[in-house]
């Protein structure tokens, strides 16, 4: 008898750990292949993602005019941005087109049921969309919010919790599709071979994202064919093209991005988000403003003090008080006279118009209650300050000590990256690169990869 209870308690402690294996092992990770696909004008590369993409996963949207405040931003930016815990499995990678000259976003980007870019090209009528269970489908029509207006919509019943405008699509509902020229992409830029990149999903729940260098919209479609996908669509390549995975750059692009697209398990899922700034902002607060969207409450180095208007997100730009920041800065002389605003700083003088658009369509200045509002990216690109926007508590905060060197106490969950940006602000890849080289090497420290909670790094000036 006692034998049989021994042998009961055995197999319900077995049954334990095989449903608990099961469960967390359910989803398999996602897998990095590279193959030579057959085309029809030769054979190409392919290098890919595939992942389960069932609902154990989330996916979203990150802009750079969302996330930062300016038009584009670093691919490392925003995989920083991201907030992808360590043990979750995670790709990042580019999906809208933009204008390169400007980081406009061609056409719009929901992510999670929230409009992170407006539709400003309304030319672009084609779209990719995930439902709540994650299940991907291809759209006619312009986005609006969380839906699609327009025409020929295929399933007007179906909302997307996120959905990109995207340009061409290749298969749909396991047809390929007849890709005809616009007079935003001529035949030229449809038969020019270059490097692209296409997503799409399977029958299976099956996801991949893959780019191809060297190839046409013609064979793109033909790739998506091999991959036996049922829904596929082009999304931007060339020197765009990039993907993330896991920690490591697949690989990486050749110049800033105004937008990704973030695919994450969420059984690891990333920390809550919280309304309290981060640690780093809370030990190293000298020069520091804080201003949370839609409070009338900011921190200066610290301090609590109050606004007569409170900080707002008008048209994807961030507004924040120009009378507050530019003092702060050192300003001199600012002086308002019929819609004129003109203030000096360290001898530089600016002068702007309520209303009208600054330089590099940052967007316009603006009164509320008396108070002048400009947009962050003016505060970034003009008047020389260091900020940056964090999404998860949706606050501006804006570095305004002046001097170097300057000291900075290492905080859990900071790394070298976000360290660099939050003090010289974000550059190119290999700009952030070589000011972790600077930083480590004025430190002695011998590996960036590894810094200690509360180490007091010092922080010099960039050299000329």
């Known amino acids: 008898m006692k034998k049989r209870f021994l042998q009961a308690i055995c197999i319900f402690v077995f049954g334990l750990i095989l449903a608990t294996f099961t469960t967390v092992f359910a989803s398999n990770p996602s897998t990095l292949n590279t193959s030579t696909v057959p085309t029809s004008g030769g054979n190409r590369t392919v290098t890919w993602v595939e992942i389960n993409l069932n609902a154990d996963y989330e996916v979203r949207a990150l802009t750079a005019q969302d996330s930062f405040g300016r038009a584009s931003a670093s691919f490392s930016e925003f995989i920083t941005a991201a907030n992808v815990n360590d043990n979750a499995d995670a790709i990042i990678f580019p999906v809208n087109f933009f204008v390169t000259a400007t980081h406009e976003i061609v056409g719009a980007v929901v992510s999670q049921g929230r409009t992170i870019s407006s539709d400003p090209q309304p030319w672009l009528d084609q779209g ?15 986005l609006n919010g969380n839906h699609v207006y327009g025409f020929n919509w295929d399933d007007p019943r179906l909302d997307y919790v996120t959905a990109f405008n995207t340009y061409p699509h290749l298969i749909q509902n396991g047809q390929r599709l007849d890709i005809q020229p616009t007079g935003a992409a001529p035949q030229n830029w449809l038969d020019g071979h270059v490097r692209r990149s296409f997503m799409g999903q399977r029958t299976d729940g099956t996801f991949i994202i893959g780019t191809v260098n060297g190839t046409n919209i013609n064979e793109l479609q033909e790739i998506a064919v091999y991959f036996n996908l049922h829904n ?10 990039s993907i993330w995975r896991n920690g490591e750059y697949v690989l990486r692009p050749g110049r800033n991005l105004a937008s990704v697209m973030v695919i ?5 899922s990333a920390p809550p988000a919280t309304t309290t700034p981060p640690a780093a902002v809370q030990q190293n607060s000298s020069g520091i403003l804080r201003f949370p969207i839609g409070s009338t409450s900011f921190t200066n180095s610290g301090v609590t003090q109050t606004l007569e208007a409170a900080p707002f997100i008008q048209d994807n ?15 001199a002389n600012l002086a308002h006279n019929a819609g004129i605003i003109t203030f000096d700083i360290n001898g530089q003088s600016f002068t702007m118009e309520v209303g009208q658009q600054l330089p590099g ?25 260091t ?27 900071e790394s070298f990256m976000s360290i660099i940006i939050m003090h010289y602000g974000s550059g190119t890849d290999a700009e952030n690169q070589a000011r972790i080289n600077l930083v480590a090497e004025y430190n002695n420290i011998q590996n960036p990869n590894q810094l200690l909670i509360g180490l007091e790094l010092i922080i010099p000036a960039l050299l000329e």
Do not use: C, K, Q
């Not at 269970?133 to 029509?141: C, K």
């Open 361 to 385: 369509n940052m967007g316009a200045p603006v009164i509320i209650e008396n108070r002048t509002f400009v947009p962050l990216a003016f505060i970034i690109n003009e008047m020389g300050a």
């Open 264 to 268: 994450a398990s969420t059984r690891a």
């Open 128 to 142: 990719v969309g995930f439902t709540p269970g994650n299940t991907m489908s291809l759209f006619h029509g312009r």
């Open 317 to 331: 730009r961030t507004m924040v008080p120009l009378r507050v920041i530019s003092e702060a800065l050192g300003a």
């Open 387 to 413: 900020a940056r926007w964090d999404s998860s508590s949706r606050a501006a905060y804006i570095y305004v000590a002046p001097t170097f060197p300057r000291t900075h106490v290492v905080a859990a969950g």
């Open 232 to 241: 596929a669509t082009n999304i931007d390549g060339g020197a765009s093209a």
